[in-house]
C-alpha cells in the first residue's frame, strides 16, 4: 500500500473517532443536563376534571397531543416566590399546531389543596409545582401532561443563548431604565425580560403584557428549534441545568425535539376574557364560568386527533 494512503486511512479514521467520540460527550451532557432537570410531580389529578382523555400519560412516540404548564418563576431569597407567568401549551402535532394562551396571574379561583380563592399565581407560593399544576386543571377542566417552570433569570439567558427575539412592539414605552420603541425591535435577554413584565403603562394592563409574553415565548421557541450552534451548547446546558425544571423524561424529550418540531408549524394565541374587581381592597382578575367553559372547549377540540 502506497504510503499517502496509508496517511489518508489513518487522517479519515483519526477524525472519524474524534466525530464519534465528540457525538457521544454530547449525547451523554445532554442526558445529564436531562437527569438533572427532571423533577416529576404527584400524579394526583383532580376529580373534577370531565376531559375525556382525562390524565392519562401522553405516548410521545405515537405523537399523541397534549397540554403543558410553563411556569416562569421569580423566585427570592427566603421566599418560594410566585409564578410570575402562566402559560399554557396545548400541542397537537397532527394538527401541526399549538395553542398558546396566559392564565392571568391575578385570576380569582380555589387553591386546590389549600382550600380558598385567591389569585392563581400564588399557588406557587402555597404548594409549588404540584399545587400550581393541580390548580390550573381545576380551572380549565383539562389535564396539564407536562410542566416546565422557568426561573426568570434563566429566561433571560437563555434567550441570549438563542441569539435574542424579535417582536413587534405595538407602542413604545420606558420600562427599568431602557427605552422600547414602537415596531419591529430585536431583544436580548435582559430586555426581553423587561419587555414581558411591563403592564402599568400599558393601555390594556396584564392583558397587554400577557400578549407581550406570548411573543417573547413564542419566538424563544422558534429560535430554540432552529438552535444549531454547537459552540453554544454546553452553555445551553449549562443554562438548563441551572434554571430548568421539568417532568418530561429525556426520552420524551428526545422525542419532542426529533420527530415533534417538524410538525409544529403554527403557534395560535388565545386571550382568556375577564375583568378586574376588587374584593376587600384587593384586585383581582375575574373569569366568568362561561369563559372558563369555552377555553375548555378550545383545549378540548385541539386535543382530539
Do not use: C
Not at 489513518?10 to 436531562?34: D, P
Amino acid at each position: 500500500m502506497k504510503k499517502w494512503m496509508k496517511i489518508s486511512i489513518w487522517v479519515v479514521s483519526i477524525f472519524v473517532i474524534a466525530v464519534f467520540g465528540y457525538a457521544t460527550y454530547l449525547y451523554q451532557s445532554v442526558k445529564s443536563t436531562a437527569d438533572q432537570i427532571y423533577e416529576p410531580r404527584d400524579p394526583a389529578k383532580p376529580v373534577s376534571i370531565s376531559d375525556s382523555r382525562g390524565g392519562l400519560p401522553v405516548d410521545i412516540n405515537s405523537k399523541e397531543p397534549f397540554n403543558a404548564l410553563i411556569l416562569g418563576v421569580d423566585e427570592r431569597p427566603n421566599d418560594p416566590g410566585r409564578s410570575d407567568t402562566m402559560i399554557v401549551l396545548s400541542v397537537n402535532p397532527g394538527k401541526k399546531q399549538v395553542l398558546m394562551f396566559n392564565i392571568p396571574r391575578d385570576t380569582r379561583t380555589e387553591i386546590v389543596g389549600h382550600n380558598t380563592e385567591d389569585k392563581i399565581n400564588h399557588a406557587y407560593a402555597f404548594g409549588g409545582v404540584d399545587m400550581s399544576v393541580k390548580t390550573v386543571e381545576q380551572f380549565l377542566d383539562a389535564p396539564i401532561h407536562y410542566y416546565m417552570k422557568v426561573d426568570m433569570e434563566g429566561f433571560a439567558k437563555i434567550i441570549d443563548l438563542v441569539g435574542g427575539v424579535d417582536v413587534n412592539n405595538p407602542f413604545a414605552f420606558d420600562y427599568d431604565g431602557r427605552r422600547y420603541e414602537q415596531g419591529n425591535i430585536h431583544l436580548d435577554g435582559v430586555a426581553a425580560l423587561g419587555f414581558s413584565r411591563m403592564r402599568y403603562d400599558d393601555p390594556q394592563g396584564d392583558l397587554g403584557r400577557n400578549g407581550r409574553q406570548r411573543e417573547v415565548l413564542k419566538q424563544m421557541m422558534k429560535n430554540t428549534m432552529q438552535f444549531s450552534s454547537v459552540l453554544n451548547l454546553q452553555n445551553m446546558l449549562d443554562e438548563l441545568g441551572t434554571h430548568v425544571r421539568t417532568d418530561l423524561t429525556f426520552d420524551e424529550m428526545k422525542e419532542l425535539i426529533l420527530d415533534y418540531r417538524s410538525d409544529l408549524e403554527h403557534i395560535d394565541t388565545v386571550e382568556i376574557k375577564g375583568k378586574g374587581e376588587k374584593i376587600n381592597g384587593i384586585y383581582y382578575y375575574i373569569v366568568e364560568q362561561q369563559e372558563r367553559d369555552r377555553i375548555h372547549g378550545i383545549i378540548r377540540e385541539n386535543l382530539q386527533k
